[in-house]
C-alpha cells in the first residue's frame, strides 16, 4: 500500500488527468479506512473524546478566527514508513505542500484552514518534519503541542506587558526604592557643598607666610589635574587614574582644613582625622563614595606608579607657585624654604625637567635684579637674596601703595 498521508502534499503538486486522481483518491479512501478501524479499539468513549475538544475549542480560540482543534491521532512506525492514523474531523494543517487531515476524498477536496501567524508557522513547522521522515513516537502530543502554542504566545505576551508595566513603575519611584543603598538627593547637595568650599580655603602655607590673593585648595587640584595630561603613554602610566587622584588628594581638607608641618599636628594625628573626614564625605555619595575613598588611601599609600606621579606633582604645583608669587610681588628668593623642602625628592623624570627648568629660570631673574641694583647704586641690597632696589620701591610704590622689604622686616608705606 502507498504511505499515502505521508506524500499527500507530493501528490498534490503533480499535474495528473482525472482518471489519475480519481485512482488516487480510491487509494487515499481505502487505506484511511483501514487505518481508522484498527485505531477506532484503541480510542477514549465518545463522549469523553467530544468533551475534550469541546475543552479546547474554548481555551484554544483566538479572536474571531476559527480554532484549531486537532483530533487524536496514533502513529505506528516501522523501521521506514511511518504511518499516521486519523479519524475524519473538521481539522486540517494549514500551508500549501504540506500534510492534510480531514474528510477528503480526493486529492483536490485538501484545503487549509485560517489561523493566527504564531499557529500557523508551528502547523506548518510539524508537516515538513512530518514529509522529511522526521520520527514520531506520540503524534497525539505532538498535535497538542502544537494547538497550545497559540494560547502559550499570548500569555507570554500579557506577561512581557507586565513586566514592562512594572519597570515604568518603578523607574517613576524615588532614587532610593529604584536603587537601594544610594544616597539621597539632599546627601548629594551636602556633599556637593563641601566640594564647592574648597574654592574659598586658601592654602595654609601661603597664609602663614603673608602672601596676599594666595591660592585656593581647589586652584591647586585643578591644576594638578591638567598637568596629567601632559602625559604621553609611553612610562606606561595610567593618565585617568592620575587624573582621578589629583582629584581627590586634598579632599578632606573641606573638613579638616589644609594641616601643615607648621601647624602643631603630628603626623599620624593629620592621617587619622583626614581619613575619618573621607570617610564621612563618601558616605554622602554613595555608592560611588567607595571608589573615591580608595583613590584616596592609594594617594596617601604612596605605593603605585600613578600615586607616586602625583605626589610629585603636588611637589611642582607648590614651587611652581612659589614662583610666581616671587614674580608677581617683585621679591625674587623670597620663598626659598619651599625649594628647599622638596630638593632631591621629585622621581619622575619629566617632572625633574620642568623643576630644573622653574629653577633656571628663578636663578636668571636673580641675577638680573641684581644687575640693575648695582647700575642704580643702590648697595642696600642684602646678600641672603632678599634685596630692595629704588626700582623696586618705586614701582611697587605707584602700583600697591606699600613695598615688602625682607621677610620679618617692617613693610614701608608711601602714603
Not at 636663578?363 to 638680573?368: D, E, G, K, P, V
Amino acid at each position: 500500500m502507498l504511505n499515502v498521508l505521508r506524500f499527500t502534499g507530493v501528490f498534490k503538486k503533480l499535474q495528473l488527468n482525472d482518471l489519475t486522481k480519481f485512482l488516487i483518491g480510491r487509494l487515499v479512501t481505502a487505506e484511511r479506512t483501514t487505518l481508522e478501524n484498527a485505531a477506532q479499539a484503541k480510542r477514549q468513549p465518545q463522549q469523553q473524546l467530544q468533551q475534550q475538544r469541546n475543552q479546547n475549542r474554548d481555551s484554544h480560540s483566538l479572536q474571531s478566527e476559527q480554532p484549531f482543534e486537532p483530533p487524536p491521532r496514533q502513529c505506528a512506525s516501522s523501521s521506514r514508513n511511518h504511518h499516521i492514523a486519523s479519524k475524519p474531523a473538521s481539522a486540517a494543517l494549514a500551508g500549501g505542500g504540506g500534510l492534510a487531515f480531514g474528510n477528503c476524498s480526493t486529492l483536490s477536496d485538501l484545503g487549509t484552514i485560517s489561523a493566527s501567524a504564531s499557529v500557523q508557522q508551528q502547523q506548518q513547522t510539524v508537516a515538513r518534519e512530518l514529509e522529511e521522515n522526521i520520527e514520531v513516537s506520540d503524534c497525539d502530543q505532538v498535535i497538542e503541542d502544537m494547538s497550545t502554542k497559540g494560547t502559550q504566545h499570548q500569555a507570554q505576551a500579557e506577561a512581557i506587558k507586565a513586566a514592562a508595566a512594572a519597570a515604568a513603575a518603578s523607574a517613576s519611584s524615588s532614587s532610593n526604592e529604584s536603587c537601594p543603598g544610594a544616597s539621597s538627593p539632599a546627601d548629594i547637595i551636602k556633599f556637593l557643598e563641601l566640594v564647592g568650599s574648597l574654592k574659598h580655603i586658601k592654602r595654609t602655607g601661603w597664609v602663614m607666610r603673608n602672601v596676599k590673593d594666595c591660592e585656593s585648595i581647589s586652584g591647586h587640584m585643578y591644576r594638578m589635574g591638567m598637568m596629567t595630561y601632559l602625559l604621553d603613554g609611553k612610562d606606561g602610566l595610567d593618565r585617568t587614574k592620575c587624573l582621578e587622584l589629583a582629584m581627590v588628594h586634598d579632599l578632606a581638607e573641606c573638613i579638616v582644613g589644609d594641616i601643615t608641618p607648621f601647624c602643631g599636628i603630628s603626623r599620624e594625628e593629620k592621617k587619622m582625622r583626614e581619613l575619618q573626614a573621607m570617610e564621612d564625605i563618601c558616605k554622602l555619595i554613595q555608592p560611588y563614595g567607595v571608589k573615591v575613598l580608595e583613590l584616596f588611601q592609594e594617594y596617601e599609600d604612596a605605593k603605585t606608579p600613578e600615586s607616586k606621579f602625583v605626589k610629585d606633582l603636588d611637589r611642582l604645583d607648590m614651587v611652581l607657585q612659589a614662583f610666581e608669587y616671587e614674580k608677581r610681588d617683585n621679591c625674587v628668593m623670597k620663598h626659598q624654604e619651599f625649594f628647599d623642602s622638596t630638593d632631591g625628592k621629585f622621581e619622575h623624570p619629566f617632572v625633574r625637567q620642568l623643576v630644573d627648568e622653574i629653577n633656571t629660570q628663578r636663578q636668571a631673574l636673580s641675577a638680573q635684579k641684581e644687575a640693575n641694583r648695582i647700575c642704580n647704586g643702590n648697595t642696600n641690597g642684602f646678600t641672603n637674596g632678599h634685596h630692595v632696589d629704588a626700582d623696586m620701591i618705586t614701582e611697587n610704590g605707584e602700583r600697591n601703595g606699600h613695598v615688602e622689604v625682607v621677610s620679618g622686616a617692617k613693610k614701608a608705606s608711601t602714603s
